[in-house]
């Protein structure tokens, strides 16, 4: 057979494979739950409870995966995976605001922030496999937005121009919703500029629908390619409770690892899912357990519909963090609890004689950059601001 021709199958062989794993996570995404009366023949709801979902969701939509929805325990009206993904009444407290870190000011075009000098964050989509309800953009998510990548070239310019930038992290919404197609064009993009030594993937997917790896290989393989010879890939999961690593995200995870992918987590501690010492020691365990690096675990942000649900004081975060430090060895308590203030990444450190201690991990003042500093103890505060 001529050359030409082998080559032309080995494309149509390709092709369909890459439609039938497009056909496959995309199937899926299209059957996740959108609707109140989808979720009412899967989780029983009361009519009150419908009646307030249909408003909530009304202003931030829902949407399930059929995976995660199989991680909830129906039984128990507590479930801390049900608290994370099913909208409830609670959203309708309006404390806090919707941009909590400062994020349009760091916006250099639709899509693109830079805030802090060696890293650039691209905003790549707003959608996600799930629509979970602590989101800290919950503003943008699955809603009609201005503040999505809209000029890739122009963004590709400006991290070309600023050679300050060492990194650059991809996130949205989730990132790995996008087709391969489109995650090949960015890293094929990103991976042309020298001064970039790592590109970060922030996603959730690990969890939310890991079929979206297992069933595209082409997508491993990308990973893989251009993280061995172009330029290195982090995957940061973000997973906040043991119970969401089901047998599949483990399965998804190692795939990862063998396509040389690095896997690290960032974790928020939120109100009524991890913010026990306990859960909280147990999930840096088992996620080292699968060979993911515990690296944050963020304070909840003070969002509009979500400070009142989800947020735990400073105070208690910190008690939470310490005890499960003590239940930990060292490689698994290697996660710093940071706060994703608009001046900067603060590090919470401690309390010591009515006082907070703190530390800038980065700052988007350079001068700021490892400063230390404490404010007086407030109880009941949940972020800087809060405190003297
Ligand atoms: S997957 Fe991430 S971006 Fe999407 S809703 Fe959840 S927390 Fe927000």
Known sequence: MPENEVILMKRTETNRGRIHADYTWRRELRESIRTVVHLDRHLWLSQREKR????????????????????????????????????????????GQYDTSGELSNTM???????????????????????????????????ETGEILRRFNDAVKYI???????????????????????????????????????????????VAMPDRILSDKHLLELLRYY???KKRIIVVTHINHPREISQKTVVA???????????SNQAVLLKGV?????????????????????????QCRPVKRVKHNFQVSLHKGLQVVERAKRM???PSKRFRYVMSH????????????????FRYHQAKDPADSGKFFKRRLVATAGWLDELE
Not at 109 to 123: E, S
Not at 275 to 297: C, F, G, H, N, R
């Open 109 to 143: 075009m639709p899509g693109l922030q830079h805030k802090y000098a060696q890293t650039a964050l691209i905003l790549a989509t707003n959608r996600c496999a799930t629509y979970c309800r602590y989101c800290f953009r919950k503003r943008l998510i699955g809603l």
């Open 328 to 330: 930990l060895d060292g």
């Open 253 to 263: 995870v190692k795939a990862l690892e063998r396509a040389s992918i690095a896997v």
């Open 342 to 357: 608009r001046t900067g990444k603060v590090e919470i450190l401690g309390i010591s004689d009515g006082y907070m201690y």
């Open 227 to 229: 993280t061995t010879y």
């Open 160 to 206: 070309e121009r600023h050679t300050e930038i060492t990194n650059v992290l991809v996130s949205g919404g989730d990132p790995l919703i996008l087709s391969t197609d489109i995650i090949e064009r960015f890293l094929q993009k990103l991976s042309a500029i020298d001064h970039l030594n790592f590109i970060r993937f922030g996603t959730k997917i690990t």
């Open 274 to 298: 991890n913010d026990t010492p306990e859960i909280l020691a147990d999930l840096q365990k088992q996620l080292l357990k699968v060979s993911i690096q515990p690296y944050y675990v963020f």
């Open 52 to 95: 307030q979902m249909s408003d909530v969701i009304e202003r931030h939509p829902m949407r399930i995966s059929h995976h995660y929805l199989s991680l909830i325990d129906r039984n128990d009206p507590d479930d801390p995976i049900r608290k994370m993904i099913v909208p409830s009444a609670e959203e309708f407290n309006l404390l």
